[in-house]
C-alpha cells in the first residue's frame, strides 16, 4: 500500500509542477478594480502586472488552496486536449509550431515531460505487483525441473536423516523443502522455510521468503553463493551483493533514481540530434531539446499504454505498440524539420537504434547510482 500511495503523491507533485510552469492566468478571477500590484507596486492596466507579470487579484482562501491541487493534478484544460492528440497523431506539426512561436495553444515540452515522467512512475506503481510474476511450472520443461528438484530434495532427505549429526531442526527444515517441492510440482505457490546447503561438509541454513518471484530467486542465489560478481573492485561488488539481499528494496532505489534523473536522457539524446543537422545553420540546439522532450512524453505515454494494457491482460496488443516508436521518430522528424522522406528515413533509423543505446546508458547509470546509494 506504501508503493501506491508515494506513486500517488508523486502523480500530484508532477500535475503541480506541470500546472505552475503552463498557467496562464485563466483561472484567476479578478475583480475588475485597477490597483496596485501586491508584488512590486506598479498600477494595474488589467489582471496581470505588466511590470513583473503577477496576478492582480491574490487569493487568500482555503478553497483556492484545494483549486490549485486539483487543477494540478487533473491538468485536463483546453490546451491538454491540443497537444495530447497532436502529440500523437502529428508530433511533427507540433515540435514545429512550439519551435517557431505557436506557443499559447500547447502545453509546454519541458512541462509535458515532467509531467510524463511522474504519470509513467505512478503507473508503474500501480501495476508493479505484475512484474514479480511467480515461476509456477507451466511447460513440460518446468515441470520436469520441479520434478527433479522434489527427487533432489526427497533424496538429500532420506541421506540426511541416516547421518547421526543431523540435528532435528535441519530434519525438519529438509521436510520442509521437501513439502515445498511438492507444491511447486503442483502448482501451488511455496511458504516460508529454511532450507539446507550442504558446501565443503559445512551446514548452512538458509532463509527462503514467501512467493517465488524472480527477485525472490536472485536472493536465494545469492545468499547460496551462486551470484558471481566481479568487477575488479571489490567494495562495488561488495555493494552489489549486499543490495542482493534484499532485491526489492534495492529495485526500489533504482526506480526511485531512474524518477528523479529522467532529465539526464535530454542531454544524453542531443549530441546525436545535433551531429545530424550540423550543417543545417538555422537548426538551433534549441529546436533539437524540444524535439527531445516532446519525443520523450510519447515513448512514455506508449509505455504507460503497455503498461495498463499487460495488467489488464490485454498484452496481445503490446507487441504492436512497440513497433510504434521508429514510426513516431520518422514522421516527428520529417515534420519538425521540413525532411524529404529519405532524410527523415535514414535519421529515423539512425536515431531510432541510437535512442536504444541512450536507454540502455541510462538504465547502466541508474542502477550504479541505485546500487550506491
Known sequence: MGGEVEAIGALATGGLVAHVMTRDGRNVHDDGELHACQNCGTTLAGPFCHACGQSGHVHRTLGHVIEEFAHGVFHVES??????PMLIVNPGRLTREYIHGKRARHIAPLALFLFMIFLTFFTFGMTGAQVASPTIPTTAN?????????????????SESKDPDTTA?????????VTVAQAKL???PAQSVSSVQTTGGKRKMIAIGPGTGWMQAVKEANARGQVKVNTGYAPFDARVHHALEDPEFAAYKVQEKAAK???ILVPLSLPVLWLMFARRREVTL??????????????????????????V???????FLVLLPP???FAQLKGAYRLTTRGALWRASVLSMTSLMVLGLFFALMLLIGLLD
Open 79 to 84: 490546451k491538454g486536449w491540443r497537444t495530447l
Open 142 to 158: 518446468d515441470r520436469a525441473e520441479a520434478a527433479r528438484d522434489l527427487h533432489e530434495a526427497e533424496q538429500e532427505l532420506a
Open 169 to 177: 531442526i535441519e530434519r525438519a527444515a529438509l521436510r520442509q523443502a
Open 186 to 188: 503442483a502448482g501451488l
Open 261 to 263: 534523473l529522467s532529465f
Open 286 to 311: 534549441y529546436d533539437h531539446v524540444v524535439f527531445t522532450l516532446y519525443s520523450l512524453s510519447f515513448m512514455s505515454l506508449l509505455v504507460i499504454t503497455i503498461m495498463v494494457f499487460g495488467a
Open 313 to 319: 491482460g490485454a498484452s496481445a496488443i503490446v507487441p
Open 327 to 329: 514510426v513516431h521518430i
